[in-house]
């Protein structure tokens, strides 16, 4: 059983410390894997949305441009060809593409725990017994997140605060989610990530 350090939300300076499951935190990091978890993150949230015209959908005329031999010029079938400006896409990208990427829910959790084992190692995540603000204002967390000494920060709480969550909206460098939507992209990204004592216990149920 490792220990980690429980923050003070007042000044982010540490005060006690408390015990974390080895499983959770303590993993070697394996690069091939949170790049598979990554990668698959990344794909599963593009939407296919792109749309192509082929030579068949471009609004072309289908008459031969000229006779096929005689003119000194190449032969040409039609103005929708390919090859000409304006004519239709070879291989069209189409609405229907699948970008999905299926990753198993054992190979997920396993690369969020080597993620998270990295970022105690790096000295990137802090434990914090509880994270609040009394009013719903960017400058009150802005200030407070200041005076603990964290600038570009994920915040993971057990349940959404709704004066939190209003008041990091307009701040680009902050996120707050709940402990069951901290994603692979996010924990990689973010210079620091703050988890409060209530989202521990859960990650820890949910990972272990």
Known sequence: MMELKLISEKDGQPDASIPVSDALFGREYNEALVHQVVTAYLANARSANRAQKGRSDVAKSTRKPWRQKGTGRARSGMASSPLWRGGGKIFPNSPDENFTHKVNRKMYRAGIVSILSQLVREDRLSIVESFSIDAPKTKV????????????????????????YLSSRNLARVRVVEAGHADPVSLMRFAKVLVTRGALTKMEEMLA
């Open 141 to 164: 967390l802005a200030t407070k997140l200041k005076d603990m000494g964290l600038d570009e920060v994920m915040i993971i709480t057990d349940s959404i605060d709704e004066n939190l």
